[in-house]
């Protein structure tokens, strides 16, 4: 469009004006393509030190992880944001002086001019949130307080001490000459430790504590270590490695049935793993045990995980071949031109593939805890159906869980006992579903190892309760064999119980100590899948029978397979299958039911 002068206007004023509209373009054009202003997203410093510091941390709502190192030489600082937000030195306020370093951490945002506490929503929290990481050198002194933080300490500090009021706190450093006092000042102590620490002991106020030394009481100062770690009402974990190990109940409690059967299993992994949690009830129960009142571990009694072949005859082996592909669905219908076997690197001639049809050994794991109370009616009749949905020649144990477990039944045929078992389960309770499983792989399983066995579970899959915890568990499917086949029904089918909400994720370890969490999906998906099981999220309760009939073919979708072994090959010789399908995979196993005479049959190539 063009632009017309109006009549009544001189040259003059006409030019002054579309000069001026020259100009405000040329300044949007310039606003418009100039960058925004930088917003940090985190905030980095590093600073001179001397051989060692003193650090002091005040973060209130994050987290704060120091960790000292001999190879350290300066103070790093990093801060980030959990929300994304800027981080500015407004935020984070770092000072230095006479060999010590402070740090004070809290949002410009959230600090009212006239000095007042604010109290924050869980949502404020999070977005407010900032999280520090300091990395410091070796024999420095570490004082941090936070009041819902976490805090580790970890390394090789002279003196560290933490202070929160709900937040959990991590510590890990040297034993060679430590001496520390854990506090819990409004509540009883819920702690894990890779050592056995001192016992609780109260103090004046209704508070407890645990205090004692490791190492070398006359070892050197510069060799020494002092830990301090007071909490209101947190979690003190330490030497931890791995968090995810550590079980969902640190409460003190006795020994479960449950713990009681896994102790005497003599599984060393397992019996370690409840240690941690109840030292002395642990000690004080194996010393009531007769000394052959254990046995070894799956690790060391079980044959080498290599021995998998079965003697079929003069120069003839047989190994059972379970066959899923990338959804871990059992294939069917295979031949023996889909099969290549090698044994100890070798290629060997397959014989003969038949499908395997001999009875399963499988156990019903039931769910009766508080949280599917209102359901008791719907356990009975889904666990009813499924006796009605296995094989009459099938053998199924039946256990149920709440805080502790019961043997419903041991492994029968009988039907009709089954039923009339299943009747009289009631519900109420916790959740150990962890200590079910593994009571069923060390406890009811043992006497079948190298038969078919399976493992239902039929759950919402939360646990609040157990000893163990669920790495624990993957690491004992890992050596059993079983199948596992989770059935997890979620808590909007399955009522929850009167358990809080969650808790905002500023700590993440105590909201997982203290409810139920929704690591459900996940866990069940990976119980499966290591174990060659298959998942099944039930979001209707339609889908149930159609996941008990899925069940039952997944089982019995097996194959014996017969062929050409060396005649000096070992008891032990490594065997190998392959299958000749995109995406395959395949567990073997002893073949199991098939007598070796019956070698005679399988036809000459």
């Known amino acids: 469009m063009l632009y017309r002068v109006p009549a009544a206007e001189s040259p003059a004023r006409a030019l002054r004006l579309q000069r001026s509209i020259n100009c405000a373009l040329f300044a949007a054009l310039v606003l418009f393509c100039s960058p925004p202003p930088a917003r940090a997203q985190k905030f980095e410093r590093e600073l001179e030190a001397p051989d060692a510091v003193v650090l ?31 981080i500015g030195e407004k935020d984070v306020r770092v000072s230095q002086g006479n060999g010590s370093v402070t740090i004070e951490v809290e949002r410009a945002s959230a600090r009212p001019s006239d000095g007042r506490k604010v109290v924050l929503s869980d949502a404020q929290i999070e977005r407010e949130r900032i999280d520090l990481t300091v990395n410091v050198p070796a024999r420095s002194r570490v ?8 805090v580790d300490l970890l390394g090789n500090v002279a003196e560290g001490q933490a202070k929160t009021d709900t937040g959990t706190i991590r510590a890990d450093v040297p034993l060679d000459s430590l001496r520390y006092s854990f506090r ?24 407890f504590e645990i205090a004692g030394r490791f190492g070398d009481k006359k070892a050197e100062k510069d060799k020494s270590v002092r830990l301090d770690l007071e909490t209101a009402r947190g979690v003190v974990l330490f030497g931890v490695k791995n968090e995810a190990e550590v079980p969902s109940d640190l409460r003190e409690r006795a020994l479960t049935d449950a713990a009681r059967a896994i102790i005497r299993s003599g599984d060393t992994e397992l019996i370690g793993a409840i240690r941690k949690v109840a030292p002395r009830l642990v000690s004080d129960y194996v010393g009531t045990l007769p000394k052959h009142g254990t046995e070894p571990t799956f690790a060391s009694s079980s044959a080498s995980p290599f021995d998998v072949r079965a003697s079929a005859g003069a120069s003839l082996a047989r190994v059972q071949a379970r066959v899923t592909d990338h959804n871990g669905r059992a294939i069917a219908g295979l031949t023996a031109k889909d099969f290549t076997v090698t044994e100890d690197g070798t290629e060997r001639a397959v014989r003969d593939v038949q499908p395997v049809t001999a009875p399963f050994n499988l156990i019903l794991v039931l769910d009766v805890s508080g949280s599917v109370e209102e359901r008791i009616d719907f356990i009975r009749k889904a666990a009813l159906a499924f006796l009605n949905t296995a094989s009459p020649q099938d053998r199924i144990a039946i256990v149920s869980f709440r805080d502790d477990v019961q043997l419903v039944s041991d492994f029968t045929t009988d039907r009709h006992l089954l039923s009339e078992r299943i009747k009289d389960i009631q519900a109420g309770g916790a959740t150990a579903l962890y200590d079910a499983l593994g009571y069923s792989l060390v406890d009811t399983l043992k006497p079948l190892k190298g038969e078919r066995t399976g493992i239902v579970v039929l759950s919402d899959g939360d646990d609040n309760r157990s000893f163990l915890s669920f790495q624990t568990v993957v690491d004992t499917v890992y050596e ?8 997890y029904i979620p808590s909007g089918l399955m009522p929850a119980s009167d358990a809080p909400g969650a808790e905002t994720t500023l700590d993440p370890t105590r909201s997982r100590f203290l409810e139920l969490t929704s690591r459900a999906d996940e866990e069940g998906r990976k119980l499966a899948e290591i174990s060659g099981g298959t998942y099944y999220p039930i979001t209707r309760l339609e889908q149930l029978q159609k996941a008990y009939d899925d069940v039952a073919a997944q089982l019995r979708t097996a194959y014996t397979i017969t062929y050409e072994s060396s005649a000096d090959a070992r008891a032990n010789s490594r065997v190998r299958v392959r299958v000749a399908r995109e995406g395959a995979s395949v567990r073997l196993s002893p073949a199991v039911g098939v007598a070796a005479s019956s070698a005679t049959t399988v036809p000459p190539r």
């Not at 004082?143 to 976490?150: D, Q, S």
């Open 56 to 86: 002091r941390v005040k973060n209130r709502t994050g987290r704060v992880t120091v960790e000292a190192a001999d190879d350290a030489k300066k103070v790093s600082i990093r801060a980030t944001s959990a929300a994304g937000l800027p």
């Open 143 to 150: 004082f941090v307080e936070t009041e819902a933080g976490a």
């Open 184 to 207: 819990w000042t409004l509540s009883r102590p819920r702690f894990f430790s890779e050592v056995e620490l001192a016992k609780v002991k109260s103090k004046m106020g209704g508070s």
């Open 480 to 487: 059993t064999g079983a199948i596992i086949y989770p059935l």
